[in-house]
């Protein structure tokens, strides 16, 4: 009889119980990852979420069930702690970035930045959340560009929300000539927001004279509006007050370049 088939004859009961948890256990997470998949779909948990939940279920489920089998084989625990610490720091030497990136969807998913849906800007990224992963969060741009970012970065980087309130407000800046009446602009531009359905009535609207520049009166316009109809009030307001100020004579100064041309 060969040494193999002696090793397996004078082990054969520890093998097969170890074979029998090892199936065991595995049947057993996978109806565990059903029953925390029906409970995640009844809780409030943003769904963007859930992948990330169930991804770190299953490797801590894993990890036990890897630890009973070695102590089943007849592994002792001191020896499984050594091997664990071990292959534990070879593989987050190995794999620090990805580590810092889960540390960072562990600090996304309690502190709740942002979730599914919302629009948001990261550094110089805007677009809305579709999907907050355990290494990556993706987002969609305005273009319809699917951008991956390092959870590590929106960790320690510094996070814009659009969404988190109902409402937000825009900014316009409209210049005109100092030889204009300026309050007359200023009720023309209140006319065109009070004629668009979807600038909010309250707060009120606010347009004053923000600032007196080399060639132009500046004035400002701060209207409140629900952050899903933010880009359609912006481009509806431009292009209302244009002709607005056509019809009034109000007209908008643009850089000037004068040649003057000496003859000899």
Sequence with gaps: MSDFLKFLYNHLPTIISCGIIAVVGLILIKIFDRLAR???????INSSMHKFILTLNKITLLIILTVVILQTAGIEMTAIVAVISVAGLAVSLAVQDSLAN????????FTKPFEADDFVKIDDIEGNVRQIGIINT???????????IPNSLIAAGKVINYSRDKKRRL???????YSDDFELAKKI????IDKNPLALKDPKPTVRVNEYSQSSI???????????????LKYSLLEGVKPAFD????????????VNIVSK
């Excluded at 029906?38 to 409030?44: A, E, G, I, Q």
């Excluded at 007209?251 to 370049?257: C, E, H, M, V």
Aim: no cysteine; charged share 25%; glycine share 4%.
């Design 38 to 44: 029906r409970t995640l779909d009844k809780s409030k």
């Design 102 to 109: 889960v540390a960072g969807g562990i600090i996304i998913l």
């Design 138 to 148: 993706k987002i969609s741009t305005l273009d319809n560009k699917a951008v991956f």
């Design 171 to 177: 900014d316009l800046t409209f210049s005109v000539s």
């Design 189 to 192: 531009i209140l006319e065109v």
């Design 218 to 232: 500046d004035i400002v316009a701060f209207i409140w509006v629900y952050h899903e109809n933010y880009f359609e």
């Design 247 to 258: 019809k009034n004579n109000i007209s908008i100064p643009f850089n000037k370049l004068d």
